[in-house]
């Protein structure tokens, strides 16, 4: 995916330019978002066999759609 820039990149320190970190990907940020609204009422969004793997997939797979939304 070549949309997904680092959600809260760290700017770095001058001094130590070798030392750049670009922290969680935007496409992380939206999973954990995704799955905290999933878990606050997951019955409402979700008939199927529900557990910890299925929720997870489901919410990378919001995040993807997010990410193909800001391409358009």
Do not use: C, Q
């Amino acid at each position: 995916m070549t949309n997904n820039p680092p959600a809260f990149p760290i700017v770095p320190d001058e001094r130590a330019l070798d030392s750049i970190r670009n922290g969680m990907t935007l496409r992380d940020y939206f999973a954990a978002k995704a799955i905290n609204g999933i878990l606050s009422n997951y019955k409402t969004f979700y008939d199927g066999d529900v557990n910890e793997t299925s929720i997870a997939r489901w919410s990378y797979e919001i995040a993807d759609a997010m990410l193909k939304a800001r391409e358009s």
